[in-house]
């Protein structure tokens, strides 16, 4: 029984489900077990007085959540509002947190081996909130860690 555990637990590990969407130029991506949906861009209440990359909160369905802008956290240059645009709601541990998107691209399932650690790409590449960089059919992706993005950066 033990052996066969393993067996699924290895397969588990060998496959990843993940989200792909664009900011500007570049395509990322982030594990699809913590989207809880994708929406289309609503009406954002500002708050004052808080970091440059907090766009504000939405009210999704009576649930109040914050919003934050990846163009501005990661010093990207901001397009245009444009239909394509989408807010991807996370639930991470007790906390719904949000992220503005310009294009969702996919859903994809990528093979571990597709997936560079980001220190054997280059070892000054700042990893702490990527975790890894995948080849896939000519594209490259960099795979977000979304938790530490929006949890341990700022919400806590």
């Given at each position: 029984m033990q052996?066969?555990?393993?067996a699924?637990?290895?397969a588990?590990?060998?496959e990843?489900?993940?989200?792909a969407?664009?900011l500007g130029?570049?395509e990322?991506?982030v594990?699809?077990i ?5 929406i ?6 500002r708050?004052?007085?808080?970091e440059?990359?907090v766009?504000g909160v939405?009210?999704?369905r009576g ?8 163009h501005?956290k990661f010093?990207l240059?901001?397009?245009d ?12 541990d007790?906390i ?6 310009d ?10 081996q597709?997936?560079?650690a ?8 700042n990893a702490?909130h990527?975790i ?5 059919e ?10 530490k ?6 919400i806590?």
């Amino acid at each position: 029984m033990q052996v066969i555990n393993q067996a699924v637990e290895n397969a588990v590990e060998e496959e990843r489900q993940v989200v792909a969407f664009q900011l500007g130029a570049e395509e990322y991506a982030v594990d699809i077990i913590n989207v809880q949906e994708i929406i289309k861009l609503q009406k954002v209440t500002r708050i004052p007085r808080t970091e440059p990359w907090v766009e504000g909160v939405i009210n999704l369905r009576g649930n109040i959540i914050p919003l934050f802008n990846l163009h501005t956290k990661f010093k990207l240059s901001a397009p245009d509002s444009t239909d394509e645009q989408r807010i991807i709601v996370f639930q991470l541990d007790d906390i719904k947190a949000a992220v503005i998107v310009d294009k969702v691209s996919e859903v994809l399932h990528l093979n571990c081996q597709e997936i560079e650690a980001t220190d054997r790409v280059y070892e000054g590449i700042n990893a702490e909130h990527i975790i890894g960089i995948a080849k896939l059919e000519g594209r490259i992706l960099i795979l977000l860690n979304i938790y530490k993005i929006l949890i341990n950066d700022n919400i806590r």
